[in-house]
């Protein structure tokens, strides 16, 4: 499929590497028009690169099968940025502006480079987001515009280790040999793709079960009031139950396919204690005993979530919307019903809107691309290596002069002629009748003679207008 114009995205997760090409249609929906990915368990771990080399190699092969699906070839990605690392921190930054003076785009983009200088250089800045702002003590969401002599911004300012943000940077632009078009927190990707505007203005709460970490952002009044990540994810719970004697792929088969976050202990599941799980390879394991070791770190993650929540500065009745739960591990069976007990809030699943679609059932299905979706969402730069053609000059249309029938003096400009020829237009006028007999012209050199032909046809010109 040939397009001229698309966005190419990179989420790089602990569990799989997925890379997307998506085109943006009129009507402002995505369409994903290629989905490949690879197995990263072995190269990265909660969010930082392990291996560069290994992820170097599993990139470059996801971009050679996008390339041979969609043409032209990619020129530039989008990149999310996640992982234990990444956390916000709240920073305010103010300028004071003398008299009135009208709040403009460069005054924001003043007012962020402060927060920016403001950080330790301990931390890389992936991006910051505005609160809310104080216009002469007047708290306001949109200052463009207004006059004021003073402003001051309340910041969320979203940092990961630096060497996190390093290690992504050189895999792609010297390991792959690929332009980043821009880095983007995942936290803020995911919510994108997932939040509507309603849920950020009551407040909630999302939560994001990755394979190696849990992200928590938790949103009121329309922006962002916390983000934390928490060291937990659900490649813990399937360790835990590889501990019980099952290989690790079998175990993560287990969890979803029988596990359950709540163990139902109610005298209609008593036949559940006599029930086993099989695994592939003929392993057995009690099914009451598989989900006791499910729901320990579920609890355990969740009373974590919980404190994360807290510190946004809000009670949990004021986040309206509740939780929405995203991430491989939210599909465990009784999730929901078990944040509801232990966290005292609605819980629900979160999907992608019906403005994100994928263009056929051969591209593959949207489960697992809700941060992938969010960075195509919030890309801005065509990823495709089509140049458009410069348009040639138009052709200007030449209309030909139209010459008199005959030239006047005042339209053909004549050089100052020598003093010679001035006497021989003296000579060559019709002379008085009483002197025609005496007029004897000077025989001129051969050069000269050629001048004289042309002002002799000059004097006659006059003779006409006689």
Do not use: W
């Not at 029988?258 to 086993?276: E, H």
């Amino acid at each position: 499929m040939r397009l001229d114009k698309y966005f190419a995205a990179f989420d790089l997760g602990t569990s799989k590497i997925v890379g997307v090409i998506g085109q943006r249609n009129h009507d402002n929906t995505i369409t994903i028009q290629a989905i490949e990915k690879e197995e990263s368990l072995s190269s990265m771990k909660r969010g930082c690169i392990q291996n560069l080399d290994e992820v170097a190699s599993k990139i470059k092969r996801i971009i050679k099968k996008l390339n041979n699906q969609v043409q032209p070839d990619i020129s530039r990605v989008y990149i999310s940025i996640g992982g234990q690392s990444v956390r916000s921190i709240d920073c305010t930054s103010s300028l004071f502006l003398g008299t009135a003076d009208v709040i403009s785009d460069a005054t924001i983009e003043q007012l962020k480079n402060n927060s920016r200088n403001q950080q330790p250089e301990a931390v890389e800045v992936l991006e910051i987001v505005e609160n809310y702002y104080l216009v002469d003590g007047e708290k306001v969401t949109e200052p463009i515009g207004r006059e004021a002599s003073e402003i001051e911004a309340s910041h969320k300012v979203i940092v990961s280790r630096p060497a996190v943000y390093k290690n992504i940077i050189k895999c792609f632009e010297e390991k792959v040999d690929i332009e980043i078009a821009d880095t983007l927190p995942a936290p803020l990707a995911a919510a994108t793709a997932i939040l509507s505007d309603a849920e950020i203005a009551r407040g909630c709460a999302l939560v994001d079960f990755g394979a190696g970490t849990t992200t928590v952002s938790v949103y009121k009044d329309g922006a962002l009031a916390h983000l934390a990540v928490i060291p937990f994810g659900g490649n813990h719970i399937t360790m835990d139950i590889a501990a019980l004697g099952l290989s690790e792929s079998d175990a993560e088969k287990l969890k979803l396919s029988q596990g359950s976050a709540k163990y139902d202990d109610t005298a209609d599941s008593k036949i559940l204690k006599q029930q086993v799980a099989i695994a592939n390879d003929g392993s057995k394991i009690e099914m009451q005993k598989l989900h006791y070791t499910i729901e320990a770190r579920i609890e355990e993650i969740l009373l974590n979530v919980g404190a994360q929540i807290d510190q946004a500065g809000f009670s949990r009745h004021q986040l309206e919307a509740g939780i929405i739960i995203i991430g491989g591990a939210s599909q465990l069976k009784n999730l929901p019903s078990l944040m509801t007990e232990k966290l005292g809030m609605d819980v629900r699943k979160g999907i992608l809107p019906k403005t994100i679609s994928i263009a056929n059932a051969e591209v593959g299905a949207l489960s697992g691309l809700n941060i992938v979706a969010g960075l195509l969402m919030m890309a801005k730069v065509n990823c495709s290596s089509y140049v458009e053609p410069v348009a040639a000059p138009p052709v200007k249309e030449v209309k030909p002069e139209i010459q008199p029938e005959f030239e006047t003096i005042a339209e053909t400009p004549i050089a100052q002629p020598v003093e010679q020829d001035e006497i021989i237009i003296k000579e060559t006028k019709r002379p008085q009748k009483e002197e025609e007999e005496e007029y004897i012209p000077k025989k001129p050199t051969k050069e000269k003679h050629k001048k004289s032909g042309l002002l002799e046809g000059i004097g006659r010109l006059f003779s006409l207008d006689d």
